[in-house]
């Protein structure tokens, strides 16, 4: 069954480092997502990407946030500045037509220190 | 903004019960996911509902959506240690657009004692 893949599964990063959390979508999947999860927290949406832009974002994914496509296959949120408020789960959605059916990733987790 | 939440927020049974999970919606849902999260992991897709009055199983575990689409339960039977996790469910924003987003509930944390 295909899978949305995410690498690495876990990194720990100095505060004020940059981040880039990657992405691998199913192959036929147009929509991209991010999402976070702070520790014992809900599960928070992002960003959306669609056509090689951004769709839609939340108050969360402020300035520090970048996401890309860089290539056909990858799809990358970059954090420029990390904060220790950063730390989270951090997981990768995909879906073919944006509105039914999302593939999540199993997620990286990132911790700053 | 739509708010999802669950209840109970945790649950431990023995091995061989069965349990409810609830999902309410403080508005219409559109679509409705319920994924299963093993702590600190990734979320496992168990099932999507769409339609008002909808249920639909899967080994052990039904999910059903009520007639005014605000609420969905999920029902294990006979449950089992493998059944422990984190529940969530997800609601698609309907708001008809091209990237609809899920909105999480806060998860219910089933415990199943052997």
């Known amino acids: 069954e295909p899978e949305v893949t995410q690498t690495p599964s876990h990194q720990v990063t100095q505060m004020g480092q940059e981040v880039i959390l990657r992405c691998v979508p199913i192959?036929?999947?147009?929509?991209f997502y991010w999402y976070r999860q702070i520790l014992g927290q809900k599960v928070e949406f992002l960003v959306s990407f669609y056509n090689n832009e951004i769709s839609e974002k939340s108050e969360i994914f402020d300035d520090q946030f970048s996401v890309e496509r860089p290539d056909g296959s990858n799809f990358t949120l970059k954090i420029r500045s990390t904060k220790l408020e950063d730390s989270a789960m951090y997981f990768c959605?995909?879906?073919?037509?944006?509105?039914?059916?999302?593939?999540f990733g199993s997620g990286t987790r990132l911790t700053v220190v | 903004s739509q708010e999802l939440e669950q209840s109970p927020q945790s649950l431990i049974v023995q091995e061989g019960k069965n349990l409810t999970i609830n999902c309410t919606s403080s508005?219409?849902?559109?679509?409705l996911y319920w994924y299963k999260q093993k702590y600190g992991e990734g979320l496992i897709f168990l099932m999507m509902?769409?339609?008002?009055?909808e249920e639909k199983s899967h080994e052990k575990i039904t999910a059903k959506l009520d007639e005014k689409k605000q609420q969905s339960s999920l029902h294990i039977t006979a449950s089992q240690p493998s059944h422990a996790g984190i529940y969530l469910c997800?609601?698609?924003?309907?708001?008809?657009?091209?990237?609809?987003?899920?909105?999480f509930g806060t998860g219910t944390l089933l415990a199943v004692q052997p």
């Open positions: 997800g609601a698609d924003n309907g708001y008809g657009g091209a990237t609809n987003k899920l909105i």
């Open positions: 509902l769409q339609k008002g009055g």
């Open positions: 192959s036929n999947h147009l929509y």
């Open positions: 959605a995909s879906s073919v037509t944006g509105v039914y059916g999302y593939t």
């Open positions: 508005k219409t849902l559109y679509g």
